[in-house]
T-cell receptor, first 116, second 113 residues
Framework: AQSVSQHNHHVILSEAASLELGCNYS??????LFWYVQYPGQHLQLLLK??????LVKGIKGFEAEFIKSKFSFNLRKPSVQWSDTAEYFC??????????????FGQGTILTVHP | DGGITQSPKYLFRKEGQNVTLSCEQN?????MYWYRQDPGQGLRLIYY???????QKGDIAEGYSVSREKKESFPLTVTSAQKNPTAFYLC????????????FGSGTRLTVV
């Protein structure tokens, strides 16, 4: 079975600090990888996704993530965070082939708090 | 605008009662999903459906039931057998081809009183 692990439950930063949120997954086959964000009071939105090709993926709002297959990792990064980045971030994975494709397995989530 | 509508936004239920959460999408997506979100546990899959009149159990299906009579609709019933039903429930949909992402609804917060 697939599993996703996010390293930090709560990260607190000051504005302009750099961000890296860890995500590791456990699955032996080919996967698609996602980062979703949930701003306070809003629904989940897709930040970025990796299906194939360049392992460095750029998403919305200056976020990027790097897929390192050998480490089963898909860490999210942003060079300089803003107060408006305060949200909960979820890493997710699904099977890129086979009958179970489409089902997303989520990590536990990381709450990011950015102080002005 | 295309999207997913979940209703109601807040729902209160007495212990021992069944309650049904609504999820409707106008995205023409084949697949629909129900997740439960609890603090510190991320989102866990309850049920999913990839075509009309067919659905499969997810990781935490016990105490829940679903139906998929129409492509647009995927209601979730939380039964009295669900031991800890107070949670935030999210519905999602996606295309079933390779590379489709999910679209999420705004959620229903269920509280058992």
């Amino acid at each position: 079975a697939q599993s996703v692990s996010q390293h930090n439950h709560h990260v607190i930063l000051s504005e302009a600090a750099s961000l890296e949120l860890g995500c590791n997954y456990s699955y032996g086959g080919t996967v698609n990888l996602f980062w979703y964000v949930q701003y306070p009071g809003q629904h989940l939105q897709l930040l970025l996704k990796y299906f194939s090709g360049d392992p460095l993926v750029k998403g919305i709002k200056g976020f990027e993530a790097e897929f390192i297959k050998s480490k089963f990792s898909f860490n999210l990064r942003k060079p300089s965070v803003q107060w408006s980045d305060t949200a909960e971030y979820f890493c997710a994975v699904n099977n890129a082939g086979g009958t179970s494709y489409g089902k997303l397995t989520f990590g536990q989530g990381t709450i990011l708090t950015v102080h002005p | 605008d295309g999207g997913i509508t979940q209703s109601p936004k807040y729902l209160f239920r007495k212990e021992g009662q069944n309650v049904t959460l609504s999820c409707e999408q106008n995205l023409n997506h084949d697949a629909m999903y129900w997740y439960r979100q609890d603090p510190g546990q991320g989102l866990r899959l309850i049920y999913y459906s990839q075509i009309v009149n067919d659905f499969q159990k997810g990781d935490i299906a016990e105490g829940y039931s679903v139906s998929r009579e129409k492509k647009e609709s995927f209601p979730l019933t939380v039964t009295s057998a669900q031991k800890n039903p107070t949670a935030f429930y999210l519905c999602a949909s996606s295309g079933t081809g390779q590379g489709y992402g999910y679209t999420f609804g705004s959620g229903t917060r269920l509280t058992v009183v």
